[in-house]
Structure formats: C-alpha cells, structure tokens
C-alpha cells in the first residue's frame, strides 16, 4: 500500500497539471519535498525500530500517510500540496517503508537473509503493479481527487490493522530465539539481547566514519535518483509519444511487476555470492540498459520491454541495501544505519531524481535529458560499487 500509492504519483501529475496549470517543476517540488520527509523520517523510524516493536512505528505512519492523501485531494493551492503530500504522506510513509519492513525481517535471519529480505521487499512491486492501472483507471473515469481519497483511506485500514494484528515482537532473543528459529539453551540465559545501548544517536555508529557506508550512499543516492526520475515522469513521457493515458500509467505498473522477480532474484542471488556488492552491481546495470532502450523507443513494446527491464534491475535496491548494511556493519544496528542510509539516498538521490527531470522539461520541452543524465551515472556507479571494500576494520 505504501510504496504502490506513493509510485502511482506519476499518474496524478498530469490531470494536476491540466487542472491548475503549474508547472511540471512546481509539481515535482512536492514529490521531491515527499521523498526529503519520508527519508528524514527514515532515520527516526530506524532508531525506534531498535527499541521497540514495529507494530506502533507502522501504525503511526499509516494513520499519518492515509490522513495525507485525503488532504491531498482536498488542495487548492501550492502550498497546501507541499504541507499535504510534501510533509504529512512523506513522514508517514517512513513509518510503513523498508527500513522498518526490511530491518524488521533482517533481525531475524543470518542464512538465507538476502531470500527473506528479497521477499520482504516483493510488497513494493506488488503494490506498485496493482495500485498504478488502479490509479490510471480512476483519473479516467473520475478524477484525480478521488484518486487520492480512496488511496488514503486503504493505506489507514490496511495499514493499521495488519500491522497491529502481525509486527508486534522486534528482535528473535526477546521471544527466546536466536537468528534462523534455533533456540536459546537453557544455560544461555546471561546471553545479553540485542540492544544498541547509547551508541544508537545519530551518527555515532563507527559504520558512518568508514569509506564503505558513504560509497553505498553514493551509489544507491544515484539509482534512486534514477528509480524516482521514472516513476514520477515516465507516464507523462509515453503520453507525449502518444501512448494511451491507461497503457502510459500501466508500464509503471510493469516496473512493479518486474520489480517483484527481481527481488526474489536478487535476494536469493546474493545469498548464492561470496559478496553481495556484485549483486548489486548488476541491478545498477540492468537500469542503465534499460534506459538505453528507452531512449530509442516510440512504441508501446518498446516501453513495455524498457519497463520490464528496469523494474528487474530497480528491484535489486531495496533487497540489496539492507543486506549490504548487515553484511557490513552487522544486524544489531540495521536500523540504525538503514534509516541514515535511507536518508542521504532517498532524500538527497531520490528527491534529485523528480525535480531534475521537471526542470529538463520546462527548460528544453523533452524528457530526454533527463534519462541520459540518469543513464550516464548509472554506468558510474555501477563500477564503483566493484570497489566497495568487504569488511570495514574500523567496524567491530
């Protein structure tokens, strides 16, 4: 529900557009201003998931998203639109996002992490394919506004309810258990539990001063910026090559689609590797090859293929990052160091993404731009992630 209502905004962009006459740029502020909250929230999520159940951190955060998506269908003017969708759905989307799903399962598991990971994050693909032609459908044949009212009272209903019935427990050794369901011995009892204790404040991790965390930054700032510069303008971009508006809004659903084959592969792939860094690697050139294809495409196979294919790659970033981080820095602190990671990738590389490509737009009245500028760091990052060092010393 999360992450399909907040990637089906690309459909809305349009018939906002139509209606008030802003700017593309204008827009994409409050999609970037979104992604800047829901990553700044990420860290305060992060740090509460080391302390206390999931179930309370995902009720807040339903209850603050759905409540910004029905505010959203009620804006008149700019800046109702920033404090709506910009701030409210933002912040409450960290409180449902990967960094408390993804950690929530990440503390559970040593064998086999990158599979339950992988599966864990297959919701984003899910909801992206089923909300995206919902959304679609719902601009034709009502209106945007209505869009968002029925969008925001599924996140508060779905939301609250599954995850006070299913995330109350937060680490295995609390529930008596170790990582993988082996139980704790009996003369075990003195094992302490995982608690990050006062290192948990922000930045005083040794994870944040190694060369490693900040390249992981750097890297997945870039995809991000490339998953977000798609999501938020590829509709609008098949429209002008006089694509249908319902096909348009649905290769976004293909991306979701292909998203959830790719998270499942990427999980179980990195589980199959001596380094999860090559994993990742792939998924960063899988997204550049697509954007190729999209460069050279005018026809509804060619964006359905382009589609496909990046939704593959895109699928790797969100299995791919907490596997890192406990690959790396251990499952102890993988909130913690999610949710700062979240915040620098998401919020600087994610926000970048829509607000670079509308200002392409109303500068050189095309897209294009934009997807080469993508493409080009694609390609970048996709090496240096190569570089990525195994085992940071200065890490205990």
């Known amino acids: ?68 998506f ?25 409180g449902i996002g990967v960094v408390v799903g993804s950690s929530s399962v990440g503390k559970w598991f040593d064998r086999k992490k990158g599979l339950a990971v992988g599966i864990t994050t ?16 719902l601009t034709k044949h009502f209106d945007w506004r209505t869009g968002f009212f029925i969008l925001g009272g599924m996140i508060i209903l779905i939301g609250v309810s599954l995850s006070q019935m299913l995330m109350g427990k937060r680490t295995p050794e ?42 992981m930054v750097f890297c997945f700032s870039v995809a991000i910026m490339a998953e977000m510069t798609s999501f938020v303008h590829q509709a609008a971009y098949a429209e002008k090559l006089g694509i249908d508006k319902i096909v348009a809004a649905s290769s976004i659903g293909v991306i979701g689609m292909a998203s959830i084959f790719g998270r499942f592969f990427f999980g179980w792939f990195s589980d ?14 899988l997204m550049a090859l697509a954007l190729v294809l999209l460069l050279r495409t005018e026809t509804v196979t060619g964006l359905l293929a382009y589609a496909s294919i990046f939704g593959f790659g895109y699928g790797s970033l969100a299995t791919m990052m907490p596997i890192l981080l406990s690959d790396r820095f251990g499952r102890q602190i993988l909130g913690s160091t999610y949710g700062i990671l979240t915040f620098f990738a998401v919020g600087l590389g994610g926000s970048m993404g829509p607000l670079l490509g509308g200002w392409l737009f109303d500068r050189f ?30 890490v205990r």
């Open 272 to 285: 199959r590797l001596k380094d999860p860094k090559y994993a990742a690697s792939l998924g960063f050139l």
């Open 1 to 68: 529900m999360n992450y399909g209502s907040r990637y089906c905004f690309g459909v809305f962009i349009k018939p906002m557009f139509d209606s008030y006459g802003w700017t593309m740029t204008l827009l994409s502020v409050g999609a970037s201003l979104n992604l800047v909250m829901y990553a700044a929230g990420g860290i305060f999520s992060g740090r509460l998931l080391d302390r206390i159940a999931p179930r309370w951190v995902m009720t807040v955060g339903a209850l603050l998203a759905g409540t910004g």
């Open 174 to 215: 609390e529930n008596g258990w170790l990582p993988d369901g082996i139980p704790i011995a009996l003369d075990a009892g003195s094992l302490p539990l995982e608690n990050p204790g006062s290192e948990n404040r922000f930045f005083s991790q040794p994870a944040f001063r190694t060369s490693t965390f900040w390249i």
């Open 122 to 137: 297959m919701g984003i693909g899910l909801g992206t394919m089923a909300l995206t032609p919902f959304a679609g459908y």
């Open 70 to 94: 029905i505010l959203t269908g009620l804006i008149r003017s700019p800046l109702e639109f920033y404090l709506a969708y910009g701030i409210l759905c933002g912040l409450g989307s960290a």
């Open 365 to 394: 009245g095309t897209y294009r731009h934009g997807w080469v500028v993508n493409l080009i760091l694609l390609l970048g990052v996709t090496s240096l992630m190569l570089f990525l060092k195994r085992k940071p010393k200065t």
